[in-house]
């Protein structure tokens, strides 16, 4: 998806979003195209690239001068630098960004609508109940979303690393209704160093449970369920094994197994040679390969979307990949997630690839997989082995859905997860 962007001798910017970045960032829908202009010497945008490209403060201090002065020599001059130690610099972060050129650099700074638009998402009368935020006994921040009655029963959910299957940020009136009639309150944490979440360093999956346990503290809950979606499964089997008190159930979608080893991993989907090649073999590559990923994704989601389409092997996961509403919110969330920083999504590549720390036959609580025989992401093969390994989970397998199964049949699932009666589509 193109953004056109332009800054004229006034120093003003302009950003021209598109109808669907309009609609991800709540504006009205019947703007069909929202014009933004942005003072350039308002150096938000700017810390806001440095961040995310996790450039040195030096560095990000020559940023802000070259974009008020792109000429090279002055900015040099503003900071006390010479020229050769200017060049220096901008060849360093044409190095740690892939940008090849000045004119590059510059729109690349201005056309990241979310960069633009910290305040505007936030205040959106739609989604600011949805967001909240508490202080954890460390000082750290933790960010969740909460949706559904205040006093319902709480189902925590454990997403993919992009975070976007059931997008109660970007849409709650989608699943409001259906969380009310069910007496369902649907927390979404976002895991270090995710969204406003501060990060920390993680040792292991069971690293997440004390976050899990001072939220509840938080929230004053005594008991729990959770619901996994993919990656979000390894999350989720730490917490389950370390705090069986508090997690009544496990609910597991498209289900994502560390000790599964697929014997074909050239014809593995890319984020499955990514956890379980690169995360295991070169971790440190990771450091690398997870900030370029994170941007041709948010610069080229119909591409990345079309590659996962020409994989497809069913109608039921073609039709949810040609969906209109998954592909508006699939860049900005990957956006979001990523917007204070790289350091929790390549943490969360890297702890994902690593072998489990504690077994899953010691998980007391109940386990319901549910996992599409045409999943090629997470191969059906995965889940069988943790329905193995786990003497208290029962796999489902569904007929004719693949990986993306969770962003339609969201509403059964989260019955299920509540522990409710459901009749489960495709295993007749």
């Known amino acids: 998806m193109q953004i056109w962007a332009e800054n004229d001798a ?46 040195s403060p030096a560095h990000g201090r020559f940023l802000k001068a070259f974009v008020t002065e792109p000429d090279l020599r002055t900015a040099a001059t503003s900071l006390g630098l010479t020229y050769e130690t200017a060049r220096r610099y901008l060849k360093t972060i044409f190095a740690e960004t892939g940008i090849r050129s000045q004119a590059a650099l510059i729109r690349a700074l201005w056309n990241d609508p979310s960069a633009l638009l910290p305040a505007s998402v936030l205040a959106s009368k739609d989604t600011l109940p949805v967001r909240r935020l508490m202080t954890l006994p460390d000082g750290r921040q933790l960010e969740y979303f909460s949706l559904g009655p205040e006093d319902g029963y709480p ?131 990771l450091n690398l390969l997870i900030p370029f990923l994170a941007r041709s994704v948010v610069q080229n989601v119909d591409t990345f979307a079309n590659r996962m389409l020409s994989r497809a092997v069913c109608d039921h996961e073609r039709a949810i990949l040609q969906s209109p509403l998954v592909r508006e919110r699939a860049a900005a969330m990957v956006a979001e997630r990523t917007a204070g920083g790289m350091e929790g999504v390549i943490e969360e590549f890297r702890i994902n690839a690593q072998p489990y720390d504690f077994n899953v036959a010691d998980i007391a609580v109940p386990m319901t997989l549910f996992h599409g025989d045409c999943d090629v992401n997470n191969p059906l093969a995965g889940a069988e082995l943790l329905a193995r390994h786990a003497p208290n989970a029962t796999l489902h397998v569904l007929r004719g859905m693949g990986h993306h199964h969770l962003f339609v049949e969201w509403d059964w699932i989260l019955a299920a997860a509540m522990g409710r009666n459901v009749t489960i589509p495709g295993t007749a």
Request: with cysteine; net charge positive; proline share 4%.
């Open 155 to 285: 189902v925590f959910f454990m997403d993919a690393l992009a975070g976007n299957s059931i997008d109660t940020l970007g849409h709650p009136e989608r699943y409001r209704r259906h969380l009310t009639d069910l007496g369902l309150r649907l927390i979404t944490p976002c895991r270090p160093g995710g969204v406003r979440s501060s990060y920390r360093a993680l040792s292991s999956l069971r690293d997440y449970a004390a976050d899990i346990a001072a939220l509840c503290a938080h929230l004053k809950l005594q008991k729990i369920s959770l619901l996994s979606y993919s990656y979000g499964s390894n999350a989720a089997l730490g917490i389950a094994h370390e705090l069986p008190d508090l997690v009544e159930r496990l609910t597991m979608s498209s289900v994502s197994y560390t000790a599964y080893a697929a014997q074909n991993l050239r014809d593995m989907d890319m984020f499955f040679q990514i956890t379980n090649v690169v995360g295991r073999r070169w971790p440190n590559l």
């Open 10 to 55: 006034a120093g003003t910017v302009y950003v021209l979003l598109p109808k669907e970045l309009a609609l991800a960032y709540r504006f009205p829908a019947r703007a069909e195209t929202v014009l933004l202009s942005y003072r350039i010497e308002d150096t938000a945008a700017v810390d806001h690239f440095a961040h995310r490209h996790r450039l």
